[in-house]
Nanobody, 126 residues
């Protein structure tokens, strides 16, 4: 599967952005999806994950209540709605996919994912 992320940009603290990740192929519903981010000088970190149907989601503690991951299997897309953005959310955001046959499973570590998008820059000004 090939992934293409978009939707990043420059926003003031407290603002919102919605990231989208479009996937190629006809088996998108077989992939659990996740979002990760990498700030300058830091390691890539987990942000959010969702199961095959989107009914199970999991978040990094610092984004709980502010970010929402969702997916539309009919459109081969996964989204990350980011509200109440903070300067510390500034990073390049990546979507990722992993093939699984377990419907209720999510994945929260980078090395579990097989496919990665190219990243989209999110900058939050104070």
């Amino acid at each position: 599967v090939q992934l293409q992320a978009c939707g990043g940009g420059l926003v003031q603290a407290g603002g919102s952005l919605r990231l989208s990740c479009a996937a190629s192929g006809r088996t998108f519903s077989r992939y659990a999806m996740g979002w990760f981010r990498q700030a300058p000088g830091k390691e890539r970190e987990f942000v959010a994950a969702t199961s095959l149907s989107g009914d199970i989601t999991y978040y990094k503690d610092s984004v709980k209540g502010r970010f929402t991951i969702s997916r539309d299997n009919a459109k081969n897309a996964v989204y990350l709605q980011m509200n109440s953005l903070r300067p510390e959310d500034t990073a390049v955001y990546y979507c990722a996919a992993v093939l699984t046959y377990i419907s209720g499973r999510y994945f929260a570590t980078a090395n579990e994912y097989d496919y990665w998008g190219q990243g989209t820059q999110v900058t939050v000004s104070s």
